[in-house]
């Protein structure tokens, strides 16, 4: 599903792979095929960037709900997202899910939130040097927009 809502003067976008109920919720799943990595919310220090990369892995689910929600209306505490693996050789509910706050005990959303603020507020001002990441090298392997932010050269 193509999404886009506009939120203090900015359009954001994205293409959803697939939006179902799971367990009564609404879930946003992601198509991967590549291994997952670890990682751990708990460790998520939002005013401590350095903690971004460990704890969250990717910025893409929390996207995908901070998008949905405004796109929508949608509460965005009713709403899960995980990504499912496809290159598994059984996958089950329980483990496609990887970004589910009923499990993860807390809902991590409006600490997501305040990283996409953060960072729009970065990439928006001129005065503010900005960085994709602490781990260039991890972070920006795949990302289809190292030309345009200028991280090519690790490639």
């Not at 729009?120 to 005065?127: F, G, H, L």
Request: proline letters at 5%; aromatic letters at 10%; a negative charge.
């Amino acid at each position: 599903s193509d999404l886009s809502a506009e939120v203090d003067g900015f359009r954001f976008t994205g293409r959803l792979d697939r939006i179902e109920r799971r367990n009564g919720r609404l879930t946003i799943l992601d198509y991967k095929t590549g291994r997952l990595k670890r990682i751990s919310y708990r460790k998520l220090i939002p005013e401590d960037r350095s903690t971004w990369q460990g704890a969250i892995g990717s910025l893409q689910l929390p996207y995908y709900i901070y998008l949905y929600s405004h796109a929508t209306g949608a509460d965005p505490a009713e709403i899960d997202a995980g990504y499912l693996h496809l290159g598994s050789t059984g996958m089950s509910p329980e483990c496609e899910v990887l970004f589910d706050r009923e499990h993860d005990g807390e809902d991590m959303y409006p600490a997501f939130e305040r990283i996409i603020r953060t960072l729009v507020a970065e990439i928006t001002d001129p005065a503010v040097p900005f960085s994709p990441a602490e781990d260039l090298a991890s972070a920006c392997e795949y990302c289809e927009f190292a030309t345009l932010c200028g991280t090519r050269w690790l490639q």
